[in-house]
Each structure stands twice: as structure tokens, then as C-alpha cells.
């Protein structure tokens, strides 16, 4: 027994010469092992690559956002903005009106001018 344990004596880790029992799978394991080290490398950078691709990508379009939501917002600003909740104060705009036709009610004057 060696001072890796049982479990590797039968892959060759028992003997350090490569003509003992397991001696010929040794380099063979270390190179497949250096293979599939460097494979996983390889894979994990492409994958910070394509994360570091999307963190920029994603700010971005915030960044984008964000200014389109600036300039709306000073649009807004200038103009007067949505009249939500407020009545209108001259009386020559809140006259509507109606008159029935074939039985529907039609109402003019109801747009806002400028549209």
C-alpha cells in the first residue's frame, strides 16, 4: 500500500517505475489529465468572455434607456406634461358637443387641439 491509499494502487500510483503493474497507464493518465485541464480552461475563459460580453451589452442598453428617459422626461417638462387629474381651466374647451344620430350619441369637440 502506498501513501495515496488503496483506491489508486490498481490505476498505478502504488509504483513509481513504469515498468510496475499500472506503470504504462501513468503518463497516459497525466496527459489525458493535462488535456482535459486545458479543455476546461479554455471553456471557462470563452465563458468570462461571453459573461463580460453581456454585462457590457446590458449596460448599454440601461445606458440607453436611461437617456431616452432623461429626454422625454425634460420634454415633458417643457411642455407642460400630461394634465392628469387636473380640470381644464378655459370654459372654451370643456364645452362638448352632441347630437344623435341613427340612435348613437356622436360628441364633437371633444379633441384636444394640436394633435
Given at each position: 500500500?502506498?501513501?495515496?491509499?488503496?483506491?489508486?494502487?490498481?490505476?498505478?500510483?502504488?509504483?513509481?517505475?513504469?515498468?510496475?503493474?499500472?506503470?504504462?497507464?501513468?503518463?497516459?493518465?497525466?496527459?489525458?489529465?493535462?488535456?482535459?485541464?486545458?479543455?476546461?480552461?479554455?471553456?471557462?475563459?470563452?465563458?468570462a468572455v461571453f459573461t463580460a460580453i453581456a454585462v457590457a451589452?446590458?449596460?448599454?442598453?440601461?445606458?440607453?434607456?436611461?437617456?431616452?428617459?432623461?429626454?422625454?422626461?425634460?420634454?415633458?417638462?417643457?411642455?407642460?406634461?400630461?394634465?392628469?387629474?387636473?380640470?381644464?381651466?378655459?370654459?372654451d374647451d370643456t364645452v362638448i358637443e352632441a347630437h344623435k344620430?341613427?340612435?348613437?350619441?356622436?360628441?364633437?369637440?371633444?379633441?384636444?387641439?394640436?394633435?
Amino acid at each position: 500500500m502506498s501513501s495515496t491509499g488503496p483506491r489508486f494502487d490498481s490505476l498505478g500510483a502504488a509504483t513509481a517505475s513504469v515498468g510496475g503493474p499500472g506503470g504504462f497507464l501513468r503518463p497516459l493518465m497525466w496527459l489525458g489529465g493535462l488535456i482535459a485541464a486545458g479543455c476546461a480552461m479554455a471553456v471557462g475563459a470563452l465563458l468570462a468572455v461571453f459573461t463580460a460580453i453581456a454585462v457590457a451589452v446590458i449596460a448599454v442598453v440601461a445606458g440607453v434607456v436611461m437617456f431616452l428617459m432623461g429626454m422625454s422626461s425634460r420634454a415633458r417638462r417643457k411642455t407642460g406634461g400630461a394634465r392628469k387629474g387636473r380640470r381644464r381651466t378655459d370654459d372654451d374647451d370643456t364645452v362638448i358637443e352632441a347630437h344623435k344620430v341613427d340612435g348613437t350619441w356622436v360628441a364633437y369637440g371633444w379633441e384636444r387641439s394640436g394633435r
